[in-house]
């Protein structure tokens, strides 16, 4: 490349990394500027609509509630990942939509979640909106026209099927209106009878009308008929502070990690460094593009994947180094260095993605919404990995810079016998994990094996009408004390009622003497009126169809990631390897979660799935390694297999640790300076990079080597 194309194109790379760090900037100023700002941001930094339906039906039985909870969780995704839905008393259920602040707008589009019902022309009920599943927008291609046609696809229950066959085949040739709420909203024709339990509606106009009439009949099915009560706006959880904090921390952290990829890779890590903060507004950008709502656990997991992002540099810059002490030209070494640093970085990512998909799909509420965020990471590193530095070292090389003191060469290190530890480093994974299993076990027997916040268990909401209008500030350094001194209960949560004097205190659950305790503290230290202090029961926000729901994704995308590596790699043992270390990593932070007894909540989801992708990762660039040293052999003397396992991780060791140091960092700086809810999210995740560091250089070679010499094919 001549000089003057690659000054040009430097210009021009920075020119745009500047221009869109600096439109990335104006986003983040406005992060937590009320109507203004650019993000949507969730309940805890934000506010939003809180909306309390009433069962119609009286005294409705537990099952129906929870299965109407599930039916409006689903439905309320479309306008947020992070909305809540929760029970409340006996038969009330609030529904918390943050980054909102007109109620009544909210409630037109959401509607009111009424009866359905299919009838013939005469008006006769024929089905129920409880004898359908599910409802969803799709598409079809018309075989004679090849026109694209917009449909509804409908899916019934057992009993509804039955219903829908008959009523269909007493009706051919008829329409059957769908009614709701007693208003006609479509009227298909009958063409014939329909068995099976599928059926579609089409004559859609667009895609969207299609979508419309697919939530109508999904928020029409629910078990029980609901009734508004109220709506109100609720202010942030937790303010201004919690924004300020976590930004300060993610541009420390971010220097740090700079200076470090600088100090440890001269040149190649000055252009890591600007790449980084492309990724960094990108990363912005797709917050802002994708209409993504960002929570506290969700600023957290982006400074999380900043640190992450390293990690594919620091493979190429690796073996850049490698190529150079093996006295290639550092032309030379640099594209080998990218050629060779591929497929670990293809396959770890391509990994990472495929459970992100997955939990994307299957997931609900809070994973849905992490699954996005990792999936935008995924794609942006590897871009600004593969493309960005690789275009910034082209022309820093055509510059001038092509010394090797520059790019530095690996130090020849002696192989270390990592393998004839194997027996203490199971050992010591072992006692780790019944530790945990252990402290689970004592502390089930006193009350909860772990430590379960009021999203897992629910409490109790107490509505506090005060004297004075308290800031969130205020309410966090003179309310909050006094509830978790009377309580005991170091998770209060409080939101403040947007417009009124009124703050909503949640704890776990009381039994009537605590919350009588509640109330007189309350009327001594505040002098609040006994008479404006309403105390319910509420259920947790995070249901067990939405457990449910994150198990079957973690499973499903462990399959995935289980299938993908065993067709990469050829062989079942390195796919058996790589998820017993999964295991191992998930396992081992758990133990930390009970030992320790940190609260699980909603941040315990996201957390434990990030540990899920990072275990992965490094995973693939160790069996990567393993892979490249084989060269192929399909059967080795059990020394020269020892040997390669061995070499192969003492080759990755410096990749493993400065990844693991780079993601800690960034993690360390939310612990020091992040907000309580923030450091309960951030320790947790120091825990999972140091046991990820560990098992990535100790157990899964390890592993590989025990299943390839026990399971060899003679």
């Known amino acids: 490349m001549k000089k003057s194309k690659a000054m040009g194109i430097l210009v021009l790379i920075l020119a745009i990394m500047a221009g869109m760090s600096w439109y990335a900037g104006t986003i983040i ?351 942006l590193s590897m871009f600004t990995a593969l493309v960005v530095t690789r275009w910034l070292m082209k022309c820093f090389y055509a510059l001038g810079l092509q010394d090797a003191k520059f790019y530095g060469a690996a130090k020849e290190i002696n192989t270390i016998k990592f393998l004839k530890k194997k027996t203490i480093f199971f050992a010591i994974s072992l006692v780790v994990i019944v530790a945990g299993f252990v402290g689970m076990g004592i502390n089930g027997a006193k009350g909860n094996m772990l430590n379960y916040s009021l999203d897992f268990v629910g409490g109790t909401s107490t509505t506090v009408t005060f004297k004075e209008d308290y800031s969130i500030a205020d309410i966090d350094e003179k309310i909050v004390p006094v509830i978790e001194e009377v309580t005991g209960d170091p998770n209060v949560q409080t939101q403040k009622i947007e417009g009124s004097k009124q703050v909503v205190i949640k704890t776990r659950s009381l039994e009537l003497s605590e919350r009588e305790a509640v109330n007189q503290a309350l009327i001594d230290k505040f002098g609040v009126d006994q008479d404006e202090i309403v105390a319910e029961n509420i259920s947790s926000t995070i249901s067990s169809e939405m457990r449910s729901d994150a198990a079957w994704a973690v499973i499903i995308a462990t399959i995935c990631m289980l299938i993908y590596i065993w067709f990469r790699f050829k062989d079942i043992r390195f796919a058996g390897s790589a998820v017993l270390a999964l295991v191992h990593d998930v396992l081992v932070v758990l133990a930390f979660y009970a030992i320790v007894r940190i609260s699980v909540g909603n941040t315990f989801i996201a957390c434990m799935l990030t540990i899920v992708g990072y275990s992965i990762n490094a995973t693939i660039v160790i069996f990567d390694r393993i892979r490249e040293n084989l060269g192929g052999a399909k059967k080795r003397d059990p020394e020269v297999i020892e040997e390669i396992v061995n070499r192969s991780v003492t080759q990755t060791l410096t990749r493993s640790i400065n990844t693991s140091l780079t993601t800690f960092i960034m993690v360390f700086m939310l612990f020091i300076l992040g907000v309580s809810s923030i450091r309960e999210f951030a320790l947790p995740l120091m825990a999972g990079i140091i046991c990820g560091a560990y098992s990535s250089v100790c157990i899964t070679g390890a592993l590989w080597y025990v299943f390839k010499i026990k399971f060899v094919k003679k």
């Not at 039916?71 to 309320?76: D, F, T």
């Not at 969803?136 to 026209?145: C, L």
């Not at 070494?333 to 970085?345: N, P, Q, R, V």
Request: charged share 20%; aromatic share 6%.
């Open 29 to 379: 100023s406005t992060v937590g500027v009320g109507e203004n700002r650019n993000i949507k941001l969730g309940l805890d930094l934000a506010g939003g609509v809180s909306i309390t339906y009433g069962a119609v039906e009286d005294n409705p039985s537990e099952e129906d509630m929870k299965d109407t909870i599930y039916k409006l969780q689903k439905r309320v995704e479309n306008y947020s990942t992070e909305a809540s839905v929760y029970q409340e008393g006996n038969d009330r259920i609030n529904i918390e939509i943050p980054g909102v602040s007109d109620a009544n707008a909210i409630l037109e589009e959401l509607g009111k979640p009424g009866s359905m019902e299919f009838q013939n022309e005469d008006g006769e009920t024929l089905l129920s909106g409880t004898d359908i599943q599910n409802a969803q927008a799709a598409t079809n291609k018309d075989q004679v026209t090849g026109n694209t046609e917009y449909i509804v696809e409908l899916t019934l229950t057992d009993e509804g099927a039955v219903k829908f066959e008959e009523a269909t085949a007493a009706n051919v040739g008829k329409s059957m209106p769908i009614v709701y709420d007693g208003q006609t909203i479509s009227a298909p024709r009958v063409n014939s009878a329909i068995s099976g339990g599928k059926a579609q509606i089409d004559g859609m106009e667009s895609f969207e009308a299609a979508e419309n009439l697919a939530s109508t009949i999904r928020i029409g099915s629910l078990t029980l008929e609901l009734e508004e009560l109220n709506s109100k706006v609720v202010g942030a959880q937790l303010g201004e502070e919690a924004i300020s904090t976590s930004l300060k921390a993610a541009a420390i952290g971010l220097i740090i990690v700079m200076l470090f990829m600088i100090i440890v890779y001269l040149l190649p890590g000055f252009t890591a460094s600007l790449a980084l903060i492309l990724y960094s507004a990108l990363t912005v950008y797709a917050l802002w593009i994708f209409d993504i709502t960002l929570t506290l656990p969700g600023i957290a997991g982006i400074i999380l994947s900043i640190g992450m992002a390293v990690d594919a540099n620091v493979i190429i810059f690796a073996r850049i180094r490698e190529e150079i002490a093996a006295g290639k030209t550092v032309n030379s070494a640099i594209k080998l260095g990218y050629e060779k640093a591929l497929s670990a970085i293809v396959d770890g990512n391509i990994t990472t993605l495929i459970a992100a998909v997955v939990l994307g799909m299957r997931g609900s509420g809070p994973v849905k919404g992490f699954a996005y965020t990792l999936g935008i990471g995924i794609v």
